[in-house]
């Protein structure tokens, strides 16, 4: 038994990791998907991996997975160790490599089924049948030898069912071959069902069930696809609870129709496909009947959608969402009834620094429904000197409905919540921030800053100076900057955009990118911050600190760009993603 897992294990984590470096049309899946029961909660299901197999093996990434200390180590699992010699002997056995036999025993697919009661299905589809046949026979001879040498009765048992016999190690598996099919599963009723059905050629598998069939029709493009039945998920009452307690003001504004499909729609599909170096993918849901009037505040019409994102020098993230910010903040209690209490200190405080003003109708009513978002690497001023600890500077871009009337009011705000800053550092006897108004290509805007220290290490600077405040506002666009070169990027960039005449991209709710090589930069500037911490935290020794961030960087160096776009669209949540890797 152990033998047979460790094979298909084997198998099944080459071909998921091979799928980063190869792709192949996706194959006709509709015989085998006719074996699996209508009721199958979740299903894995990779197409056609020959390609993929094929890709893998020649791949430079291979390389640089298999040489990576984190990876090394565990393959010295025993367990591992007792696969990859299991492998070992049945290459001797057929006078084929592993790559050869991967391809001609999983090339047709493989096929992976969990089910209400705890069952789970596994079919593995052969490009030849007899290799498959012979390699069982090899197998169950060493597990019949295995227990002879150890003085142990023989594990292996079988049963002849309707003409097709089924064998067992022993344990919870049951397995047979059908065709050119390895069929395995956890329990012998299901293998009795499966049986039946190839036997009678009955119909109502998972091929004609309506869902599975929408949930592929949506991701046809892609290799391997994941299928979840949502309605039979959420009447299991830990995923009840753990969807209820996703309902919190952040993932609800960022993440606001996927958190509602997952709680109506019938069914979930994620598809994914590779191209050369890029990993491209869908999330989509089944069709929502009727969205809640409470996610209004995140759904644009047919011919809205968001503005184009902002980049900028040093772009780590940049994101563009579609967010009424009013209706969100005014549906409060309908969205959060348990958090009724801390959202009105919240609106009390916004109270205070908008001196009384009604948060939702004279605050958030004043924005327009476009939210920008940057992310970038900071640049220093050489009479401020360099933090130890380099933080990136974080931008917020909203749209003014009225820009003459409502610029003052945020003014007045903004420098109220300064004071209050300068007022809580003062009793704990640090520096406060200095208020001024420059100018930056015409346009006036307030920054707050922090006197340079003259005696200061220029090159390890306090973690203050991370921070320079700014309020921006440039015709209807208002910028919140932590740090002035980052607003000063921004205006740049807003009027560039502004030349290009560029619109709205419509029914888009959520736009964002992520740049890995920014990424890569930061924890290098911060790497003797990050091996200190990790050694604080966890008490490793600086060898062992340093190895765990060598490992990380050398993981995020292969992440290149990540894309993300998310849509309404015929009554269904979609999120399409594409994912550029770095060749080592």
């Known amino acids: 038994m152990r033998g047979l897992k460790s094979l298909l294990l084997t198998s099944v984590v080459a071909l998921l990791i091979g799928g980063w470096q190869g792709w192949c049309p996706a194959g006709d899946i509709q015989s085998t998907t006719a074996w699996i029961p209508q009721n199958a909660v979740a299903t894995l299901v990779l197409k056609n991996p020959t390609s993929l197999i094929e890709q893998w093996e020649k791949s430079p990434l291979r390389q640089a997975v298999e040489s990576n200390p984190g990876f090394r180590a565990a393959l010295a699992n025993p ?3 007792q696969a990859d010699a299991l492998v070992g ?16 025993l999983l090339g047709g697919g493989l096929f992976v ?61 049951i397995h047979a071959i059908v065709e050119n099919r390895l069929i395995l599963t ?23 069930n309506p869902k599975f069939a929408a949930a592929a029709k949506a991701t046809a493009d892609h290799n391997l696809v994941l299928y979840l039945d949502l309605e039979t998920l959420r009447a299991l009452p830990n995923v009840a609870k753990g969807l209820e307690q996703g309902r919190q003001p952040l993932p609800i504004l960022l993440l606001a129709g996927t958190v509602t499909a997952l709680q109506k729609a019938p069914w979930l599909a994620v598809g994914l496909s590779i191209e050369g170096n890029r990993v491209k993918g869908t999330l989509q849901t089944g069709e929502v009947a009727e969205w809640p009037s409470t996610l209004s505040f995140a759904v644009t019409s047919p011919e809205d959608g968001v503005l184009p994102p902002i980049h900028v020098p040093g772009t780590v993230l940049t994101a563009s969402f579609y967010r009424n910010l009013r209706d969100f903040y005014a549906q409060k209690n309908e969205l959060f009834p348990e958090r009724t209490s801390g959202l009105i200190f919240f609106e009390n405080m916004m109270g205070i620094f908008f001196t009384g003003r009604n948060f939702t109708e004279e605050v958030l009513a004043e924005l327009e429904p476009y939210v920008r978002v940057v992310v970038a690497a900071q ?4 009479e401020v000197g360099t933090p130890a600890v380099q933080l990136p ?30 007022f809580v550092r003062g009793q704990d006897a640090k520096p406060g921030m200095i208020l001024d108004r420059p100018v930056y290509k015409g346009v006036k805007y307030t920054l707050a800053y ?41 205006l740049d960039a807003l009027a560039a955009q502004e030349a290009a005449v560029q619109s709205v991209q419509k029914a888009v709710t959520t736009q964002l990118e992520v740049l890995g090589t920014q990424i890569v930069r930061l924890l290098e500037l911060n790497k003797e911050a990050l091996i200190a911490q990790n050694m604080a935290e966890k008490g490793h020794s600086r060898e062992k600190a340093e190895q765990e961030l060598s490992q990380l960087l050398t993981v995020l160096k292969l992440l290149s760009e990540l894309r993300v776009t998310e849509s309404f669209r015929d009554r269904s949540n979609r999120w399409d993603f594409q994912l550029e890797l770095t060749r080592p």
């Not at 002997?89 to 001609?104: A, F, G, N, S, Y």
């Not at 009661?117 to 593995?124: F, K, P, Q, S």
């Not at 019949?144 to 344990?171: C, I, M």
């Not at 015709?475 to 900057?481: C, F, G, T, V, Y």
């Open 79 to 81: 367990g591992l160790k």
């Open 89 to 104: 002997l049945v290459e001797v056995h057929t006078k084929k490599d592993r790559w050869t036999l991967l391809k001609q």
């Open 113 to 173: 089924a969990a089910l209400p009661r705890g069952e789970v299905l596994v079919i593995a589809e052969a490009q030849d049948g007899q290799l498959l046949r012979d390699v069982h026979e090899f197998l169950l001879g060493l597990a019949k030898l295995d227990a002879e040498n150890k003085g142990q009765p023989d594990r292996v048992k079988s049963a002849d069912y309707r003409g097709v016999t089924a064998w067992t190690f022993g344990g919870d598996e």
């Open 186 to 208: 956890n329990k012998p009723d299901l293998m009795k069902q499966i049986i039946d059905r190839i036997q009678d050629s009955r119909g109502g598998g998972l091929r004609d």
């Open 379 to 382: 640049r220093y001023a050489p």
């Open 393 to 422: 500077a974080v931008a917020v871009v909203f749209r003014m409905k009225n820009p003459e009337k409502f610029q003052p009011v945020v003014e007045e705000g903004f420098q109220n919540a300064l004071g209050l800053i300068n």
């Open 450 to 490: 922090f006197n340079p220290d003259p005696e200061g290490d220029k090159e390890h600077a306090d973690i203050r100076f991370n921070f320079s405040p700014v309020l921006a506002c440039r015709d209807r666009d208002l910028i919140l900057s932590t740090a002035e070169p980052l607003a000063k990027d921004i």
